[in-house]
T-cell receptor, first 116, second 109 residues
C-alpha cells in the first residue's frame, strides 16, 4: 500500500509566479491535511479537506493561498504570486477519519518550495 | 485540545532505552495522546497513540499514567536512526494535529 505521495519534491519559483503542490492520499483515505514548515520552525496546520469540501481552513493565509480536493485526482495546494516568505516545506497528510474509527494521520515527505 | 510540555532535548546512548516524557495535565476524557517524530527533512512519522491503556507496537511503547496527566514514549533499543524530533500531541479524535516544539532526541554511539 503506497504511502502519501507528494510532488514535486522540490519546486523553485520566481517571485510573482504561481506554485502548485500536489498530494495523493493513501488508498482508501478521503481526508487530506496540509501543513507548512518554515525554515527552523515547527509544523503549522493550514487546511483540512474532504473530497470536494473544505472542512477547516483556519490556518490558511487569507490571500494568495487556496486548496482543493476534487472528486477525482490529487489534492492541490495553490499559491499565487509567490513571495520569498512562502519558501518552506509543505507537507500533506491523509486519514480515513471515519467517526469511531481510530486511525492516525499519515504524512508524505513534503514539497520544498524555494522562491527566488 | 490540551497542551503538552516536553523537554527541549535529550541524549541517549545507542542500544539503550530512550524514555521521552510528556506532560498533559489538562487532558480531557475524549482526548488521545499521539506521538510522531520527524527525522531531518522528512515528513512526520506516526509512532503510536493511546487513550488510557498502555500501548505497544513494533516501534515503541506508550505508558500513560493512571490519571492521564502524563505519558512516556519508550524506544526500547535506540539506534542512531532514531535521532529525530519527537512530538507528543493531545487531541480529540477527529480534530487536527497541532504540533508543538517537541523533544530533540540525539542517539549517540
Amino acid at each position: 500500500n503506497a504511502g502519501v505521495m507528494q510532488n514535486p519534491r522540490h519546486l523553485v519559483r520566481r517571485r510573482g509566479q504561481e506554485a502548485r503542490l500536489r498530494c495523493s492520499p493513501m488508498k482508501g483515505h478521503s481526508h487530506v491535511y496540509w501543513y507548512r514548515q518554515l525554515p527552523e520552525e515547527g509544523l503549522k496546520f493550514m487546511v483540512y479537506l474532504q473530497k470536494e469540501n473544505i472542512i477547516d481552513e483556519s490556518g490558511m493565509p487569507k490571500e494568495r493561498f487556496s486548496a482543493e480536493f476534487p472528486k477525482e485526482g490529487p489534492s492541490i495546494l495553490r499559491i499565487q504570486q509567490v513571495v520569498r516568505g512562502d519558501s518552506a516545506a509543505y507537507f500533506c497528510a491523509s486519514s480515513p477519519l471515519e467517526r469511531g474509527f481510530n486511525s492516525p494521520l499519515h504524512f508524505g515527505n513534503g514539497t520544498r518550495l524555494t522562491v527566488t | 485540545d490540551a497542551k503538552t510540555t516536553q523537554p527541549p532535548s535529550m541524549d541517549c546512548a545507542e542500544g539503550r532505552a530512550a524514555n521521552l516524557p510528556c506532560n498533559h495535565s489538562t487532558i480531557s476524557g475524549n482526548e488521545y495522546v499521539y506521538w510522531y517524530r520527524q527525522i531531518h527533512s522528512q515528513g512526520p512519522q506516526y509512532i503510536i497513540h493511546g487513550l488510557k491503556n498502555n500501548e505497544t507496537n513494533e516501534m515503541a511503547s506508550l505508558i500513560i499514567t493512571e490519571d492521564r496527566k502524563s505519558s512516556t514514549l519508550i524506544l526500547p533499543h535506540a539506534t542512531l536512526r532514531d535521532t529525530a524530533v519527537y512530538y507528543c500531541i493531545v487531541k480529540e479524535y477527529g480534530n487536527k494535529l497541532v504540533f508543538g516544539a517537541g523533544t530533540i532526541l540525539r542517539v549517540k554511539s
